[in-house]
């Protein structure tokens, strides 16, 4: 079933387009969610001090490559925009399809990294610290998994021409979803 | 001087507070009347602004009804400083008031919560679902020896002494309650929480479980009897026979 | 033909915009509209069923605590665990699934397009998928109550360790439900203020100023951001209680280095701001009502805008005086007593100004302006009998009584339902295009204020009296026994008063089909919804959406020929009507 836009999606009384205030607004939401998640986790930490023995088996490596991949997505998200920006439909998609790569890369170095760690004993319910862990960079994956599949429809209709101000968009919901990593990288990997 | 500029205002509301919650509630602790004339304190000051703001209210209502003759209402901004006076004075007074019971409070907060006055004897009391257990020290005075005495549902304690509680929680959280003492608190599995209290007169009352903690919850009374120095001793002589409260 | 199906049918006036398609097949129209009167309407007739399952629980654990034992009428035996269920669901249904979708989402739906001017929300789509997720969760929580252990039954504020620990609580699928079921529906509004707070912000009517918004609308969007921003914690707290239960992980349990005060911490972080999230739209209801029945602007609305706003921010810094004695801090309790009394400043100062709004006024006793004047009665009561639980040494006494219980029933019941009351009997010529009996309103109105009072002015005096809550049967406190009579009064209080919304009920649905026809303006009101058909068809304008040109209290101008001047009328001329 298709529909028109009513004329209300249009307007823009404070001079910023609707979509935009609406990716805004999703991401208020999310920063208090992860904020009270990462807030809990802080004030845990802080009380346990054994947590930092059970955070050395983090792997650093993989986080960091894994922060080396979100980072690269984004700027992929970034000449996505610029492309958008200048009408060019086609290439914006390619540049999405290269930043969902990039999440898809994200997801499977985490399979990869949890495998190993699970293997080794380190579940959700192994202690505190595994539960926020896995919790917390659980959540951000499926944030992760969520932005792409969103990007794949948005690069749809960019590559047939349409909708490109939704480029600009999933990009900056993906650059939260960056950030988020970037708190949860130190949290999780380099506190120890 | 802040215990006396205390002491002052809680005389004045003291009697009101007598007539407000001890006659249906005894005092039986040493900090029950603080509570009480705190009560009435708040309850004279909200009585009064509530009482002014039904009469404005019912007033307004009446004066500048519909009289159906045709005559318009007034064109009011709110603005207006004559009109805006009528809010921000009250405003003003409000303030006040809320500073006389902020301190209020505090004061009676702190001695019952922040402060721990010298013990002349320490209970344990244990929640669980979904009972209590009370772990008097026995005739040494001293909990965690042979001659201790555990009772079920019951708590035994001699007026005029002062106590200190170590409370306790074996699963969920519970709330160790006394109404006649006018005293809460809540109990966390994994910690143990302390207190005081000095019961003042002899009785047999209440012990509620004020937090939801399951299914048993409402069959978690249990009873506190304040015993004169005569009584308490002579339940004391009778040791840990196994004789359990009748609850 | 009025009702609310005609909204997206009338074929003539479709010059705005074409869909393609004239016909709309009953599912498209009613079920799966993405028309915001539509959808405000499915919240509101969600809400209705919800709020009679929530009085129905009432009913039955009112009867038990009066009658102890006794098989109660239209339920049977209430056992020790169906009364924890019961006032469990009671609470959480109140205000997750009755408060919420008919005071935000209900008339924030219908309201906020008509009344900016504008012909729908922006994101249509998003608006229906919100409804869809709202609905899924009240089925999802009216389903946990038939599952093997049945319903959950660990209070509203579900504390762990007994929410996170079948062992303890005894209801493994009940708890589980429950928590996802209030999960979704925080999800759901999620996404439903992105609707209000993007439409309000941008798709307002060319001409009309911040200060031009109707009072209602400012309060429904404050609403909506001050839960976005407050609800967070809560769903990280909500995936940690789920994980708890279904993962086994221990956030919440002492034995594995968890806390169960986090979990308070974050329940009620969201918890008391949520008071007020509810608080403010029928605040703003109100306003509405008491400027068209008095015929005056309100007053100060700057200074009411503002008492909005500083009630809100102070809202986030109060929330721990639900813990005094949860083993906080003591120290912090003092914090929490001064911020708590603070923050009962703006909300006095607001009630002072709706008072002030009838003086000079020409007040008109409707139906709708009684409910919008009773709630500032009965609200008063619920605001000043906070400062005794706002005040940490009485809260030591009162806390976990009958007192709290009173207290936010003479908050939660002007909100939830006499705000209810107000809006639909206002706005209901409005949507569905003819008048609710007057005769009927009144006799309903007397009724149901009346009883409400003898329920709850009983339990205050239980409460000082030392009655604890959440008990199922008085007659094993001796010290508590005697009080029956009291709680005999309240019973039959709660009988007669679920007796008459039989009145409104009757009226309500009576009125839909034969009330007298409405025309657009029956009130004689300055603000934009009334100057679209009643009921609006689709698009609500669709000779062409209006322009603002004024405030929207601009009543009783002097000078002028008519007491109203609504806001898409051009200056310098007589209104239309």
Redesign the interface.
Known sequence: MSMTKPIATTRSATGIPTGKLAVWWVIGSEIVIFGGLLASYIMHRIGHPEWAEYASHTNTWFGGANTFVLLTSSLFAVLAHYAAEHGDGKKAAKWLLATCAGGATFASIKAVEWSIEISHGYTITANGFWSFYYTAAGIHALHVIAGCIIMLIIARQAWKGEELHRVELIGIYWHFVDIVWIFLFPLLYIAK | MLQGIYDFIKGIFEPFGEY??AS??PVASSFAD??DA??AL?TV???F??IL??A??FF??FR???RGDG?????????EKN??R??TY??AA??VC?LV??F???????N???RLPEADSTVRIISQ?WAWNFVHPGPDNELDTDDDITTFNELHVEVGKTYHYELLSK???H?F?V??F?????A????V?KGWFEPTQAGE??I????????????M?A?IVVETPEEHAAWMSQGNTGKLASR | MAEAGTAVETHGAHGAHDHGHHEQSFLSKYIFSTDHKIIGLQYMFTGIVMALIGGYMSYAFRMQLAFPGESVPGYGVVSQGEYNSLVTNHGTIMIFWVAMPVLIAAFGNFLIPLMIGADDMVFPRINRLSYQIFLISAIILIASFFVPGGGFGGAWTAYPPLSANAEYNLTPLGSTLWLVAVALEFVAFLLGGINFITTLMNSRAPGMKMHDIPMVLWMIVIASVLFMASVGPLIAGAVMLFMDQVVGTGYFDPNRGGDPILWQHLFWFFGHPEVYVVLLPAMGIVADIITTFSRKKLFNYKLILYTAFATGIISFFVWAHHQFVAGIDPRMANVFTITTLIISIPIAEMLFLYIATLYGGRIRLATPMLWALSFIAEFLIGGITGIFLGASGSDIYFHDTYFVLAHFHYTFFPIAIIGFFAGITYWFPKMFGRMLNERLGKIHFWGTIISFNFIFIPLFVLGTAGQHRRIYNFQNFPDLAGLQDLRVLATTALLVMLAFQAVFLFNFVVSMFKGKPAGKNPWQSNTLEWTADSPPPHGNWPEGLPNCYRGPYEYSVPGREEDYWPQDVPPDTAPAE
């Open positions: 407000l919650i249906n509630v603080d509570i705190l009560i708040i000051f909200v009585g602004w509530a703001a039904y404005a209210f307004l209502i500048f009804r519909d005559s318009r209402a007034q064109y009011v901004t709110g603005e009109l805006k009528w809010i009250p405003h409000i303030i809320d019971i902020v209020m409070a505090i004061m009676v907060w702190y019952i919560k922040q679902q699963d969920v959280l709330d309650s109404p006649v006018r005293l809460k608190q809540d966390i599995p994994g910690r929480m009352w209440d509620q479980c004020a937090e939801m903690c399951g299914i048993g919850h409402g069959i009374g009873r």
